[in-house]
T-cell receptor, first 116, second 113 residues
């Protein structure tokens, strides 16, 4: 069974440009999460999809970030326009059951975003 | 608000020795889950072990065990017979009914040959 995949693995862009990150969850996983780790800080939750619906987007930093999950399959996270403070590693995770705190989240390898 | 603390930024351990990584949490919710993840230098986040707040026994997965002390609100990870491949960052994470994981700062573990 394929794990969570993310694309690209690295992205280097200039301030003001747009970047789109993609996440493909484990097949059959209804729950999809985005997290971010900014240099020197803790990993922070961004948002949670259940199928194609946003369950919780309380961690999204501002309206420059837009997440979608087409047809309840893969998800994209777009940053437009990118700012210097958006640099970090963006992780995607997926889980199978909708049982809250008992649900193990499996992570992708992350996308390292550098904004110059 | 929930909070999770890992007090050891780094640890050096001799190969084949056991190692305990500390994790404490703060919550008023009766139902929650605690997770440990390993992040090697390659960057991926690997799930190791899970403990539920209502579980009567400490979780174990191979060489990993979780020393869960509910009254003290601690969930320390114990790695028995450490190996060179155990060198990595280790993160403790907490989850309640909000589903999202709240993360500790991590502990960098280095196993010495």
């Amino acid at each position: 069974e394929a794990g969570v995949t993310q694309f690209p693995s690295h992205s280097v862009i200039e301030k003001g440009q747009t970047v789109t990150l993609r996440c493909d969850p484990i097949s059959g996983h209804d729950n999809l999460y985005w997290y971010r780790r900014v240099m020197g800080k803790e990993i922070k939750f961004l948002l949670h999809f259940v199928k194609e619906s946003k369950q919780d987007e309380s961690g999204m930093p501002n309206n420059r970030f837009l997440a979608e999950r087409t047809g309840g399959t893969y998800s994209t996270l777009k940053v437009q326009p990118a700012e210097l403070e958006d640099s970090g590693v963006y992780f995607c995770a997926s889980s199978h059951r909708n049982w809250g705190n008992t649900d193990t989240q499996y992570f992708g390898p992350g996308t390292r975003l550098t904004v110059l | 608000a929930q909070k999770i603390t890992q007090t050891q930024p780094g640890m050096f351990v001799q190969e084949k020795e056991a190692v305990t990584l500390d994790c404490t949490y703060d919550t008023s919710d009766p139902s929650y889950g605690l997770f440990w993840y390993k992040q090697p230098s390659s960057g991926e986040m690997i799930f190791l072990i899970y403990q539920g707040s209502y579980d009567q026994q400490n979780a174990t997965e191979g060489r990993y065990s979780l020393n869960f002390q509910k009254a003290r609100k601690s969930a320390n990870l114990v790695i028995s017979a450490s190996q060179l491949g155990d060198s990595a960052m280790y993160f403790c994470a907490f989850s309640d009914s909000n589903y999202q994981l709240i993360w500790g700062a991590g502990t960098k573990l280095i196993i010495k040959p």
